[in-house]
């Protein structure tokens, strides 16, 4: 068995080892700079599993690759989730120097390419305006880099339609300075934009870029071979296809089983005391004289939790539907104690239907088939309503409400009281929020609900993951 | 003896455990950073397995502490006899020998301590290897408690003053990440994902376990046993307990090779609960399992992570 030394003897050493001492500092940096890019894709590295992986890599062969990669992978990656993404990295850091010139390459290109088509931009958005002294001069509108970069990327009859309509504020508005206006109208349609074409560049999986264009470059490479892979995870739920469902559903399901499994270990950890029971120990130990021989503990019974599930199935949801009912049914079927509801305008109690334990299809047929509120309006407020004057018994403090909507709902103010109200009778709330996290500062319906509820932004299965990994800790 | 990655693969084979490179190098950095090696995966991929075949390979104890929901100290690492110390009380009272602060020492030494496999380890004498088995089940505070543990491995007994221990045993977490571990155990530990084995990691361990499967027979069982991990959404995969109990029954029903009769009748063997039944019997079927393994010598189903 090899001796291990003081921490800092051991650096040096491992630094001695591998490296004759004029290149001593290439390999120090090498690995600090891979740390460092793991640790802008999100992997949690301490100092002292700094430590261990270069104590590690002492210890295993450095000549042989693989080798290599496991010793980094069982220091530093320590879940399935960080291994992957590890691999990734691993792959897209050390690699031969041709092919980092080659990707040194092709970045560059990319690059200009988006500066060219930034620049076409430029052109396409500049009008000619004649003010009152009918001359002309140019007026571009003063959008940012980011912004030029959607509106590249439209179809073309969207931009055409965007064009013409800033045609015509510009030649309609002989104010003095229209640009301002018109820059505010053109960035709220762009916006909208962005999120329906799900602007690729800072999407999931979320990456820190650094800036350094070096390590930039093994973060994109690394990100787009995670797109590649985990697709169907980092993908917007509504735009999972209906090939990828089956494998998508059994994610799910596999992921509300490990919610259901994460409320109600949160929830009895703080019941778990054990208490002597002194009428039983007395009883018992009569036989001995009325020495405690023997000591009865009652514990408290474990009282698993209630979920209330209500789930919003209207017009602004639809394109969620697919995942909402998903959800509802993984939940139902891992957890006994699950009350579900839907609502839009009204609210309906479909707990019978799930749990009659069949086929997922057959029930969630039957269930739009009868229910009348699929796609319309949302009140909020009307469903809580409901539910707290019709299903007052399902509110106690056992009970963890789950909610999944977008928080776009006639009367938010009441609601907000309402939900305030039952704040109160219940466990605790969760939020899971269909609404990308960038729009949530711009929803006024957002901040409201948020107060009382821990709400999570939720449009991704890996989404989905995170908050049963992370979120639901703290 | 200089451990080594070669050496100790060598020796994990000779105690029957096939393991792949991977498994073996961070076994190996484990042993070699004397640090808890952390072994997680789905069920039934030889994650205690490891721990099994570490104590056999040097030759040592082998404690185990498994886990459950409300383990708490007592149970993990001391409990002071109390029935025992309650009749030397008593005795001690009918006799009226010896004086109150002898029986008060005796109290409190070695013969009314019982053990549990935490102190086990550390007050062993040969390096043990400690298996600390399904840590995702117990509660945080309990987590807690550990990796203080096995950080110092040493205890504080208040009557008795610090223990600490000769030598740091060897330590295999395992974990079905039905719960997420916190940082500060995973910190500690070397990490090491198993995942279900290859095809060709399967064959050489039904050669190994069974060896009375005929070559043919073998290869089959391992190809239609990826086949049905790969391509059927089931609740419960077969782990590597039920491949090997799968050849066994191939093998008592003297079958050389797999037919759509013969997968019929064992099917049960593989799929554990009625749902997969269903499934396997709505998606795939004996004649089409047996059709894919037939298909191609070659090709193999590769492995999802």
Known sequence: MKNVNPEGETLNLAMDAINPPGEREYIENNLTRFMHILRHLGVRISSSETIDAVKALLAVDMMDRRQVKTALKSTLAKSPEDR???????????????????????????REKEAQEIQAVDDELKYELADEDQQSRDVSVPLTAEE????????????QKLKSYLKKQFQSNPVNNPEQLITNMIRSSLNYWKYYLKFSGDGPPEVDYTGDEGTDEVLRDVVEKLRADEQLLYQDIQKITETDMPTAAALIAKLSRKLATRISRRYHRSKKRERLDIRRTIRYNIRFGGTMFNLKYKTKKVQKPRILLICDVSGSMAKYAGFVLQFIYGLSSVTENIESFIFSETVARITEDIAKSRDFDVTMAEIINRSEDWGRGTDFNRAITAIGDDYKHLLSKETFVIIVSDTRTLNVEKAVLRLREMKKKVKDIIWLNTLPKKVWPDTKSVAAFRRHCRMFECNTLAHLDNIMRVQMLR | MELTVDRLKTGLEEQGYIADQETVVTAYLALTLEKPLLVEGPPGVGKTEIAKVLARVFDTELIRLQCYEGLDENKALYEWNYQKQLIKIQLSQVNREGQCQTVEDSLFSAEYLLERPLLKAIRSDKRPVLLIDEIDKVDQEFEAFLFEVLSDFQVSIPEWGTLKSKQIPIVVLTSNAERELSDGLKRRCVYLYLDYPTPDKELRIITAKVPETGPRLS?????????????????KKPSIAETIDWARALVALDADRLTPEVVSITQNIIFKNKDDIDTFRRDMGP?????????????KPGQRG
């Open chain 1, 148 to 159: 030029k970069k959607i509106y590249s990327r439209l179809p073309e009859d969207k931009k």
């Open chain 1, 84 to 110: 992957v993404i590890l691999d990734k990295a691993f792959e897209a850091f050390f690699i031969t120097p041709e092919q980092k010139a080659e990707r040194t390459a092709r970045n560059r290109e990319l």
């Open chain 2, 287 to 299: 004649e089409e399992l047996v059709a894919l393994v037939n298909e191609n010598g070659a090709v």
């Open chain 2, 219 to 235: 290869l089959e069982v391992a190809k239609a046993v990826g086949y049905i991990r790969e391509k059927l959404e089931l609740r």
